[in-house]
């Protein structure tokens, strides 16, 4: 006889755990690349002030990227709102989630570096097709948990977020893309894309 999953299946919480620390490592690593300017050999507020607005790329990327890991924390919570059970498959897509989020840090540090250079581009190329493989990363792990759903979820949630996640590899795709010849463009609408996924909405919640 098949054992019940809602008795014998593996709960969550050392999932959610691990998670959670990986998720709490990677924004963790953002601030290191906001490096204080040599302050010895400036000696005035002014050469100070100035040095510290210069680091404005260094803001960007950690604004950016402390939005996208947080964001993604958010919707990895709501998705194991409605886990009944933790699946093989749900293991397997939910590590390689973890892969792209801990990656986070070295497109951001790359961001940083290169934001209105001349290396622009490749840096928010970089960074787009990082925020791309988070995309698909998170419809992965969403085809799996929707295999394992807690009885009782309610259809209008899992509804919103199949609208929602549809919509994350196209649009970040298209971000990638347009990033090659316009990259101001690209990272305006990875902006944008993760402002949607903000809503309450598009989580389910």
Sequence with gaps: MEAAPERFGRGPERLEAFSDSVFAIAITLLVLDIRLPDLTEMSTADQIGRALVALWPSYVGYFVSFITIGNAWINH????????SV??????????LLLAIGFIPFPTALLARTLGGPGEQIGVVVYAATFFANALAFNLLW???KRVLKPGSPPAAIAAINRSYRLGPPVSLGALVISFAFPVAGLAIIT???????????TGA
């Design 87 to 96: 699946s093989h498959g749900v293991l397997i897509s939910n590590l390689l």
């Design 143 to 145: 085809v799996q948990v």
């Design 77 to 84: 919570h709501n998705l194991f709102r409605f886990l009944g």
């Design 192 to 202: 944008g894309l993760m402002i949607l996924y903000l809503l309450p909405r598009s």
